[in-house]
């Protein structure tokens, strides 16, 4: 039986790298090419793709791996049961328990790694993308430039467009800036060079711009002022973006358990149902990939993954549900992986049964 449970376990690992990094490549891959859109409309800067990237790929591990495994386990265990192979194990004293014992220490380890990613790594990198982007959107005036292209700032209030720039991005070449003002004004500047200037005692930006126009008024009026200058100074005025209101994603697991408010429970409960879900799923995994003789591997899949989807959009919409103060954490956690677990043991107690033809 040792060797019977290798053969199982290693073909199942198999599969489920397969069926992990094809996953991977298409998640990362798509919201990649988001990013990619991005940048070209001036979000981001090109060189920082990557790194965004990096801090995102937790949380997409997190969700992927419950995944992966549960198809793995559709598949390796169909296999099984289609070529006959698991009808000769049962004859030879497989029982529903002794499978799932065999297949405990995968489903552990993967578990193991959900439960890690999600109170541990995740967070962190929640809250280190939270900087990493609050850092962006205040260069983002700068790094994020495109040449020839305009770039849209405060909800479409400014808009800016620069013919050239500079090997470093350290300087704008013939700018051109229009601003609606809150009393209904335009503001419009052109300049032939524009740069970066911080102030060290305030922190503050400010844009400086050399030998050029601005353009002050309201359209069908006519006080327009016009001021020529050879250098004008102006604070760039950013987005709403503060650091200080770190969401609810990036608190650390240990500030959610001492937290009160309800928020803070809906994702501390989420976390800890992720490893849950990765066991509850994978126990109806076990016990729904039983296929009729010469039905082939993949008979399952589909209605398969219809439980998987089902099971966490429910988590889902009670995690919502409980954030707003509409469903209690009972109902909303408990209850649900409950239900899911009694659907597991029922579909594992069908195994033993023999197939109708």
Known sequence: ???????????????????????????????????????????????????????????????????????????????????????????????????????????????????????????????????????????????????????????????????????????????????????????????????????????????VLENGRRYEGKIGQLDYRIVEFRKLSQRLAFEEVAASRAKTESKTTRTLLAAPDIAAQAELYWRLGLPLFTIVAGMIAVGFARVKPRQGRFAKLVPGLGIFMAYYLILVACQNAMREGELSSVLGFWVVHGLFLVLAIVLIRRIARPAKV
């Not at 990619?36 to 790194?51: E, P």
């Not at 995968?106 to 280190?128: K, M």
């Not at 300087?171 to 209904?184: C, P, Q, S, T, Y």
């Open 1 to 207: 039986m040792v060797v019977a449970a290798r053969y199982v376990n290693k073909e199942l690992l198999q599969v489920f790298g397969m069926v992990m990094i094809i996953l991977l490549v298409v998640a990362v891959g798509g919201r990649f090419i988001g990013f990619l859109q991005d940048a070209a409309l001036g979000k981001y800067s090109a060189d920082v793709l990557f790194s965004i990237m990096a801090l995102r790929l937790p949380g997409y591990l997190q969700l992927l791996l419950p995944f992966s495994y549960y198809i793995a386990l559709l598949l390796t265990l169909g296999r099984l049961f289609a070529d006959q192979e698991m009808v000769i194990l049962q004859g030879g004293g497989v029982s529903p328990g002794r499978l799932l014992r065999w297949l405990a220490l995968p489903t552990l380890v993967i578990a193991g790694l959900v439960a890690w990613l999600a109170l541990e790594v995740t967070p962190n990198s929640h809250a280190d993308l939270a900087a990493f982007v609050l850092e962006q959107r205040l260069n983002q005036n700068f790094t994020s430039v495109a040449p020839g292209t305009f770039h849209s700032y405060s909800g479409g209030n400014r808009v800016t467009y620069s013919e050239d720039v500079s090997e470093d991005r350290r300087e704008l070449n013939r700018v051109f800036i229009a601003e609606k003002k809150k009393d209904g004004g335009d503001v419009t500047v052109w300049a032939e060079k524009g740069s970066q200037y911080v102030d060290r005692d305030t922190g503050s930006r400010f844009l």
